[in-house]
């Protein structure tokens, strides 16, 4: 399993315009409702009520906003920058500047789980924070995510 697997490059924006949590989790879906003809709304939902048990803000610059929805066929993936960071309520107060967004279908438990804890291990790694954050396009951002994909 890797994330390339799950990621589309159309679901991969190097540059966030949004300035607050639930503009970044509408940005981050759209693409998403396009590929999947699920409602943006409907995905904007999931996303927000899922915040609301507790912030995907994990802290060190990082979101990992993430749901469920009953017409999704398979996880799908997102990526998002955004350099100056929003208030994404991190566990650390800090601006949230990396966002990987997962979204499954309902009966994806443990592929879910398995590939938050794959982002989270990866995301860990300083040198891969600093190269997303220095990717100014979609392939550098897949570049990066390729060059650590294997070793997690």
Do not use: W
Not at 78 to 86: A, E, K, S
Not at 113 to 125: D, F, T, V
């Amino acid at each position: 399993m890797k994330i390339l697997d799950f990621l589309h490059r159309e679901t991969i924006i190097p540059n966030l315009k949004s300035n607050d949590k639930k503009g970044v989790l509408e940005e981050l879906s759209l693409p998403v409702a396009e590929i999947t003809g699920i409602p943006h709304a409907e995905l904007v939902k999931v996303l927000v009520q899922r915040e609301h048990l507790g912030s995907t803000g994990i802290g060190g610059g990082i979101g990992i906003p993430h749901g469920k929805h009953e017409n999704l066929t398979s996880l799908i993936l997102g990526v998002g920058l955004r350099r100056t960071g929003v208030n994404y309520d991190a566990i650390d107060e800090k601006p949230t500047q990396i966002f990987f967004l997962l979204l499954a279908p309902n009966d994806s438990t443990g592929l879910h789980l398995k590939l938050l804890a794959r982002i989270s291990r990866m995301l860990k790694e300083k040198s891969f924070t600093a190269c997303l954050l220095e990717a100014g396009s979609v392939d550098e951002v897949i570049q990066c995510i390729d060059a650590v994909d294997e070793t997690f």
